[in-house]
């Protein structure tokens, strides 16, 4: 459903003096992410995971390659498409939680994607961030509290519940559950779990635990320094992965499943 085809991505740093470094953060990527299905997104740190989200989230453009959403491809869309599009591929980043505004109530932030979305009648917002708390697991008491009474984990859920409510199709997770204690983690990735079952929801998900990507993941990108080293399903990928670079980065990171 939403397809990356060749996806390149150059960022060109200017020196003092001109001339300058390039960094290839992504060279001809080609994913796709199936209906309903989870695509982890692994590889180590400045491996191009970030811009690749960035880039499937349409908030960067690519260089070359095309992001094709319902077939449709949104690098070059506009208008009603545009908006429908960024309705229904959504971000959940790893400081969503430090995102939250911190003057507002929770009822308040949440109010802010009915606002957007236009099509909810006004007199349906409080049954709507009603049921999404309870939806995500939270007391719907919240809704009256500030972002700083909450802890780390029921933050991060309100940031995955601001998302929802704009029913997407998508959710692009960039480290969701990095931030949170270990403790926490697991609570929330089997909240996103639930989530994806009731609703159909496909993912994006960027890790960096394996562990995670393997228990959380459908298939899975291996990219390093911008490059695609594998794409596979989940299970091929952990059993018997292709490429010499898999294997090192499978070898070097403790796995406890
Ligand atoms: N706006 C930018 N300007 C210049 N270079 C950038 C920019 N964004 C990313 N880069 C570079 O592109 C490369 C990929 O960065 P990216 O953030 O996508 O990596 P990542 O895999 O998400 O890393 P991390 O695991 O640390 O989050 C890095 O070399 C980074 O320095
Ligand atoms: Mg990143």
Redesign the pocket.
């Known amino acids: 459903m939403l397809e990356l085809d060749a996806i390149t ?1 150059v ?3 200017r020196g003092p003096f001109g001339g300058g470094r390039s ?4 060279d001809r990527i080609s994913v796709r992410i199936g209906d309903g299905r989870t695509l982890g ?1 692994i ?12 880039i499937a989230l349409r908030m ?1 453009a690519p260089d070359s390659g095309t992001v094709r959403f319902g077939g449709r491809d949104i690098t070059r869309v506009s208008g009603k498409a545009l908006r429908d599009f960024r309705r229904k591929v959504q971000p959940v980043f ?1 400081d969503s939680a430090g995102a939250l505004d911190p003057r507002m109530t929770i009822a308040r932030i949440l109010r802010e994607p009915l606002m957007l979305r236009g099509d909810v009648p006004r007199a349906e917002w409080s049954k709507r961030i009603t049921d999404i708390l309870t939806a995500i697991d939270l007391s719907p008491a919240l809704r009256d509290r500030y972002p700083r009474q909450l802890s780390g984990g029921q933050r991060q859920r309100i940031g995955i519940a601001r998302a929802l409510l704009m029913e997407p199709e998508i959710l692009i997770l ?2 969701p559950v990095s931030a949170l204690d270990v403790s926490v983690q697991a609570n929330v990735l089997n909240l996103l779990r639930d989530l994806q079952r009731d609703r159909g929801l496909s993912y994006l998900f ?1 890790g ?1 635990d394996l562990s995670i990507a393997e228990y959380f993941c459908d298939d899975i990108l291996v ?1 390093h ?2 490059v695609q080293k594998d794409f596979a399903d989940a299970e091929t990928l952990f059993r018997d992965p292709k490429d010499d670079y898999t294997r090192t980065l499978l070898a070097a990171m403790p796995r406890q499943l």
């Open positions: 991505k960022f060109r740093k960094t290839v953060a992504l997104v590889g180590e740190s400045g491996s191009g995971k970030s811009t690749l989200a960035r960067i790893q960039d480290e960027i960096h990219l320094n911008g």
